[in-house]
């Protein structure tokens, strides 16, 4: 059985993050049915497919300016660390370390994908004047929250922060 369905739910309307999105759980599908002796391999093209994906989501939000791209690029790296020290267990011999990890990659994708990944399609898909309106509408939204704190003496998060535990 596959480790992920694709399906319409992680359709993000953005063409490009979408055949990508595609190209992960066709990589991630390959990485559950690899047997033992292939298990390395499917690893290396799941690894060799994320850091082009998570380098190409990179790029684009430094190139327009996303303002959370610190909390979701840091979220790519820490996968990709993470794959690749995986990778060394499944070498050394710990082969369910690697069935651990590709199960748990399934529920990661489709929470990332309906969070950050969505945000960022939905970003990417304004002009540069719904850009400019997006970022003036979320400031004056955190200006209320933070107004609202201090009111309550609660501590506020930093100005355009992605939220708690981001440290931007
Ligand atoms: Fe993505
Ligand atoms: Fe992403």
């Known amino acids: ?9 992680l359709i993000l309307g953005e063409a490009r993050m979408d055949h990508t999105h595609r190209e992960f759980v066709d990589c991630l599908n390959a990485l559950g ?21 998570f380098a190409d989501e990179n790029e684009r939000m430094e190139a327009t300016g ?21 990778r ?18 399934a529920p990661w994708f489709t ?12 970003w990417l898909n304004l002009d ?14 955190q200006a209320e929250m933070r107004a609202a704190m201090a009111a309550r003496g609660e501590e506020a998060e930093p100005a355009m922060s992605c939220g708690p535990g981001c440290e931007h």
């Open 33 to 53: 049915e690899a047997d033992d002796a292939s298990l390395v391999g499917a690893l290396d093209r799941f690894i060799e497919h994320s850091d082009a994906h």
């Open 128 to 141: 540069d004047a719904g850009r400019a309106e997006a970022l003036r509408i979320s400031q004056e939204k």
């Open 1 to 9: 059985m596959a480790l992920l369905e694709w399906s319409d739910d």
């Open 66 to 86: 996303f303002p959370p791209s610190h909390c979701h690029a840091n979220e790519h790296a820490n996968v990709l660390n993470l794959c690749r020290e995986v």
């Open 88 to 105: 060394q267990m499944v070498i050394d011999g710990k082969i369910e370390v690697g069935r651990v990890l590709a199960r748990e990659l």
């Open 111 to 122: 929470q990332h994908a309906g969070s950050m990944d969505n945000m960022l399609a939905y």
